[in-house]
């Protein structure tokens, strides 16, 4: 059996635990559009069950198209998978080399999708002191002793740092010169699309951009993500996956989702607005320190003795989940993850561990 804490999003496991129904639960820990999904995509998921009787389609052509015109480039740009997490297993299937060097704290899957391929792990560890900053200098020197892929997520997670543009662009060179392939997650890049460096990437080899559509666009049970990279790359991503991991109502709710510009425009400013709010209602609490972000969660520091599991433990019992982040390399028992929700679902968290 698996830990229902070792990941967010276990509202069903954690469900069972409690003997409670799911709906019931507050969810904090997985980082989910509030709003729910676009208007239109629940609709266009039931009417796409009648094509159930057909294998779905495995070059997902109407939806890369989509997600060409969204992001500027080409369909052959971008490859379509089962959530962004089936190609973080994939890479080190067929990405030659054996030695990683990941950027953390970070998403606990690229270690074990690393391991699982016989490679060797390695980290660059940033601090909370200088709130997760990248040393360009430090980067520099873990690459020249040899490293054949780096895995950097921007933003980060579950930090929630944002490096712009121009650094990911040096960063991209500095790969490049030192022979390592750059796996970089922009999985929660919807919410600030103007530092994304999918067209840097798109437009040259050495490198890859995974995104995800079950955050933004609130449909992690249909599990949808793809990636963008140069053709080349994409055509032996295409040849190394297996076939019909992407099902037709997955498909369809990708295009459904894409179709509306103003539920992005809405999402984005919602959740800014959101954020902040969260965030001051945090810093005003003794020994909570929440640290800036640019996605839809904050990271939060604990100074009172009190453990992140501690709180996460004590929330559970008024039904709210928070993300108890001691399982991530580089932080330890002091830090949690809230994911931004509503006002009035903000301000029930806020209460609570105001009581707490």
């Known amino acids: 059996m698996t830990n229902p804490f070792d990941h967010g999003g276990s509202v069903f496991a954690i469900a069972r635990r409690l003997e409670a129904p799911p709906e019931e639960l507050l969810d904090f820990s ?34 890369r198209r989509s997600l060409a015109r969204l992001h500027g480039v080409d369909a052959d ?40 391929a ?22 520099r020197q873990r690459l020249s002793l040899g490293v054949d892929a780096l895995f950097l997520c921007n933003p980060a997670n579950p930090t929630g740092a944002l490096l712009p543009l121009s650094v990911v662009r040096e960063v991209y060179g500095m790969c490049r010169g030192a022979g390592t392939f750059l796996v970089l997650d922009e999985a929660f890049m919807d919410f600030c699309e103007e530092e994304s460096a999918k067209g840097l990437i798109a437009g040259n080899g050495g490198g890859i951009v995974l995104r995800s559509m079950t955050k933004f666009y609130a449909i992690p049970g249909l599990r949808l993500g793809y990636a963008v990279a140069s053709a080349g790359i994409i055509e032996r991503c295409g040849r190394a996956m297996e076939p019909w991991s992407v099902n037709t ?18 999402t984005i400013r919602f959740v800014r607005e ?28 604990m100074g009172n003795g009190m453990t992140a599991a501690d709180l996460r433990d004590r929330l559970l019992h008024r039904k709210m989940i928070i993300r108890d982040c001691s399982n991530y390399t580089g932080l330890d028992s002091r830090f949690f993850r809230v994911a931004v929700r509503t006002a009035e679902e903000n301000n029930r968290l806020l209460r609570a561990m105001e009581e707490i």
């Open 118 to 139: 016989g490679w060797e792990t390695e980290y660059l560890l940033l601090s909370p002191g200088d709130d997760f900053s990248l040393s360009m200098e430090g980067l």
């Open 30 to 63: 997985a980082s989910i559009n509030p709003l729910g999904p676009a208007p239109g995509v629940c609709e266009a998921v039931c009417s796409s069950l009648s094509l159930s009787v057909h294998y779905p389609d495995r070059e997902s052509l109407e939806l």
């Open 249 to 266: 109502p997955a498909q369809i709710a990708g295009v459904a989702s894409l179709a509306d510009a103003g539920y992005r425009e809405r």
């Open 274 to 301: 959101q954020r902040q709010s969260l965030c001051d209602g945090l810093a005003l609490m003794p020994g909570l320190k929440p640290f800036p972000a640019a996605a839809n969660y904050l990271l939060v520091e």
């Open 77 to 116: 740009n971008i490859i379509i998978a089962n959530g962004s997490t089936e190609l973080i297993y994939l890479l080190p299937r067929m990405l030659p080399g054996k030695r990683g060097l990941i950027v953390a704290p970070a998403f606990t899957e690229y270690a074990r999708a690393l391991e699982r």
